[in-house]
């Protein structure tokens, strides 16, 4: 439940933040000013962190992990850690999950040239995407103790291709409103959920380094993945191709969960 508020509130910053900048220049005010505004916030925020740390009181299960970590005492490289059963894939599926950042990159572009909207209608459609993502994190908040990672996760990666199916067909606009919201409504909980399912997966002394090492894939993809996209639509003479794109990951990436969930299950 935690995990998921934590990467809801996430989408509800990307939300406010520009919102606030908008609201700036609309007044006539400079970017500078908005941004001093917004560390000063976030200045806020670090100090809130600092002066309530007395109130965190860690739990007895996460003492008993944090006391396994330290009689352990090892520093496990990287090419120990790949060895562990399910490691790899499970770092592949986070280079994969960068389905997420291609659709945020370019979901606007592809509704102006391969949907043939306005611009301004494009940007409108393309912020169901950060709302739907708040949205479906939160809501499975409240269910994700009940319901494992894994069935999460695959019933997230199903409404995901069928969005992906649907945006591929239609091309009427208050259907690309509400698929694209439940695009993003459908990446919300796969994130949270392959993060739990870590802890679940592996041993407390694997598992801290295994999500750094999750953490470093996802951001290989997101340095990698994205561009490529944009190398395609101009080797190809193409900007229709996103929904395929996001099929190619999306299906990579539930290949790998799958790999990771039965060696882990074994």
């Not at 009689?71 to 986070?94: E, H, K, M, N």
């Not at 997101?222 to 101009?234: D, H, K, Q, R, V």
Request: one cysteine or more; hydrophobic letters at 50%; aromatic letters at 14%.
């Amino acid at each position: 439940m935690q995990m998921n508020f934590l990467h809801a509130f996430w989408g509800i910053g990307t939300v406010i933040a520009p919102s606030m900048l908008s609201v700036f220049f609309s007044t006539g005010r400079t970017w500078r000013e908005g941004y001093i505004v917004l560390a000063v916030i976030q200045t806020v925020i670090a100090l809130i962190v600092v002066l309530s740390k007395p109130l965190w009181k860690e739990e007895s299960g996460e003492n008993r992990t944090d006391e396994m970590i330290k009689q352990d005492g090892r520093v496990y490289s990287v090419p120990q850690l790949l060895r562990v059963r399910g490691a790899a894939f499970s770092c592949l599926a986070f280079t994969f999950y960068t389905f997420e950042g291609v659709t945020i990159l370019w979901m606007a572009s592809y509704l102006v040239f391969g949907k043939q909207l306005d611009a301004a209608t494009a940007a409108s459609i393309s912020s169901m995407i950060y709302i739907g993502i708040s949205t479906g994190r939160i809501a499975t908040a409240f269910i994700a103790n009940r319901v494992s990672g894994k069935r999460m996760i695959q019933l997230s990666q199903a409404f995901i291709i069928l969005s992906i199916i649907v945006l591929m067909l239609t091309s009427r606009l208050e259907l690309l409103y509400i698929v694209v919201f439940i695009l993003g409504f459908s990446f919300g909980p796969v994130y949270p959920a392959m993060v739990k399912q870590t802890v679940s997966y592996f041993r407390p002394e694997y598992s801290v380094g295994i999500i750094s090492m999750q953490m470093c894939f996802n951001y290989i993809g997101n340095m990698f993945i994205p561009p490529l996209y944009g190398a395609l639509t101009s080797l190809f003479g193409r900007q229709d191709l996103l929904p395929f794109y996001l099929l190619v990951l999306v299906l990579l990436q539930t290949a790998c969960t799958t790999a990771k969930n039965r060696l882990c299950g074994r």
